[in-house]
């Protein structure tokens, strides 16, 4: 007669089971990773989607008469720029003369914007002054006509959004340029 022998699985078993709880315990690892990270992008995008349209609408107003089409600093409900069509210099010593908190409850926005206009060699023009709201944005030289050295650098913001409109101006056009940010917060 033949002798079996039985070997034990039951190593092997073990074995495998550990396999498993270990699987279970990465792939539920990896599935929390990428919802978290997931909703991280979700909260960015959206972000950068209110920054767009903000910064759309913003450019929009500018680029309206602004209502009443007659403002002044007392009576403004909606900040514009324009004239007959044309950009109204008086118009814009009035924007610049608002405070940044006033311009961005008009425009309705809780982030920081920077305006500023450029002609068609991409030179920043000294309209007054080079730029028009946060204070964050240095100019370091500046002539009777144009501004040097516009350095958005000091900008402290994961996202900065930039829009640039055409502008009708003396018979020619220039580029108005509208940056907003959400400045970082820091502890």
């Not at 002798?3 to 699985?9: A, D, G, H, Y």
């Not at 007659?70 to 118009?91: A, F, H, M, P, Y």
């Not at 913001?157 to 930039?162: A, Q, R």
Request: hydrophobic share 40%.
């Amino acid at each position: 007669m033949k002798e079996v022998l039985f070997i034990s699985t039951r190593k092997a078993q073990t074995w495998y089971l550990d396999l498993i709880i270990a699987l279970v315990i990465f792939s539920a690892a990896l599935i929390i990773y990428l919802r978290v990270y997931g909703d991280l992008n979700d909260i960015q995008d959206e972000r950068l989607d209110e920054l767009t349209y903000d910064a759309n609408v913003i450019a929009d107003s500018l680029l309206s008469p602004g209502y009443p089409a007659d403002w002044t600093q007392i009576d403004v409900e909606r900040i514009g720029l324009l004239t007959d069509g044309s950009l109204d210099l008086n118009k814009h010593a009035m924007f610049n003369n608002t405070d940044l908190s006033t311009g961005r409850f008009i425009f309705g926005t809780r982030f920081d914007y920077l305006v500023y206009f450029k002609d068609k060699e991409s030179h920043v023009l000294y309209l007054d002054t080079c730029a028009v709201g946060s204070s964050e944005v240095v100019v370091t030289n500046y002539t009777e006509f144009f501004c040097n050295n516009v350095s958005t650098s000091t900008i402290s913001s994961d996202h900065l959004v930039k829009t640039e409109r055409l502008v009708p101006y003396n018979g020619d056009f220039i580029s108005m340029v509208v940056l907003l940010w959400e400045r970082k917060v820091t502890s």
